[in-house]
């Protein structure tokens, strides 16, 4: 996802093949992020291959070509106050499942995944959205995905009984980490300790892109800054009394630039302040599933449960979404780690990023068959 100048969305431009590929990506989308407008569009990038970004089109011309991460990366030091990740999943995810507290104030559901959407159709409020995917998919969304503007009050939208998946903007970490945010934080806390219900908060996500101005690359490559970010936000948070709110620390599935200091692992804040890991990826160059989440799962999913915070695929001719649809349900039915699954379901930029369910009768036919499985009944 990128930002404008203006702090409103624009559709990304990442994940190159070459540089020349820069060119043929369609211009930034520049809806406001608000709850039934255009959200940052999605983190992708080709696997394999790049995974740099731009925050602005002014920025784009910097992106170049690096290699994709390694899913067995190793974790790096941070000044956590407990242990980093490891690549590996252990203690099992079933043992984990038992321990009290396990997904925080939104809880796992061992076997069971909580399958929601981010809901953004031209010409559909959010209340209209919600009503013509309840018809196709016969079901409720269980999560329901929205942005929200730093200095945005963080009001609950319309969703009955759904959780609200609220993706607050970061911001440059010394506005925080110098204190001159501690009231806007505190309020924003209050904000959400209002909704009297679980809430699953997605702060400063994708840190391990150059797309924002919130990532390491935007911030001299201080990842131990962004974990003092983090921690300070979550102890006013605990300070103002918002128990209801589970911390959702969200990378993209790889890392631009591709370097050593900004490993996703880097960023990590420690399991004391992390309830739920997400994860940002996208099918723009025909990733396979498990390319886009498997680091992920593997480097977390022994000690935190895996929501998958923004995914889809576009068309690439014939039934290519439909198929990769019915992939991304056999890849979480086969990965017991993953409890959320949040479907960026818009049709708010430029084809061919039109990542609806229902671009075509194969695409809602798989989606609607992986959303009526006992497995996305969480």
């Known amino acids: 996802m990128t930002t404008a100048p203006s702090g409103r969305p624009r559709l990304p431009r990442r994940g190159l093949l070459t540089l020349a590929a820069l060119a043929t990506l369609p211009a930034a989308c520049s809806r406001v992020s608000r709850v039934a407008e255009a959200a940052p569009a999605p983190g992708a990038t080709p696997a ?104 945005e009050r963080l009001h609950r939208p319309s969703i009955g009984d759904s959780t609200l998946l609220a993706s607050w903007h970061g911001v440059p970490y010394s506005r925080i980490n110098g204190g001159g945010s501690d009231k806007l934080i505190a309020s924003a806390a209050r904000d959400l300790r209002g909704h009297k219900r679980p809430v699953l908060l997605r702060w400063g996500w994708e840190m391990n892109g150059d797309w924002f101005e919130w990532g390491g690359a935007n911030n001299g490559q201080d990842t131990a800054g962004y974990i003092r970010a983090w921690r300070r936000m979550h102890d006013i948070f605990r300070r103002e009394g918002a128990d209801n709110v589970a911390w959702v620390w969200s990378p993209n599935w790889n890392s631009g630039p591709n370097t050593s200091w900004n490993k996703m692992q880097r960023y990590y804040p420690g399991d004391a302040y992390v309830d739920w890991v997400g994860v940002s990826g996208y099918n723009f160059y025909k990733e396979s599933p498990r390319t886009l989440f498997k680091p992920v799962v593997s480097a977390y999913g022994g000690k935190k449960p895996i929501i998958v915070t923004e995914t889809a695929a576009i068309d690439h001719g014939g039934n290519s979404k439909a198929d990769w649809i019915a992939d991304l349900s056999a890849y979480v039915k086969s990965t017991p780690q993953i409890g959320g699954l949040v479907w960026f379901d818009t049709d708010t930029h430029d084809a061919p990023h039109n990542f609806r369910i229902d671009t075509s009768s194969t695409s809602l036919a798989a989606y609607r068959a992986m959303a009526r499985s006992s497995r996305f009944a969480g």
């Open 48 to 151: 394999g291959a790049a995974t740099s970004a731009s925050a602005s089109a002014s920025a784009a011309s910097s992106a170049s070509p690096t290699a994709s991460p390694s899913a067995t990366a190793t974790a790096q030091p941070t000044p956590s106050r407990s242990a980093t990740p490891t690549g590996s999943a252990s203690p099992s995810t079933r043992a984990a499942a038992g321990r009290s507290g396990f997904g925080g104030p939104v809880p796992f559901g061992q076997g069971k995944v909580k399958l929601g959407a981010y809901l953004s159709l031209s010409g559909r409020s959010l209340s209209s959205s919600i009503s013509l995917r309840r018809g196709q998919l016969g079901r409720e969304q269980r999560i329901v995905h929205a942005f929200y503007g730093f200095g």
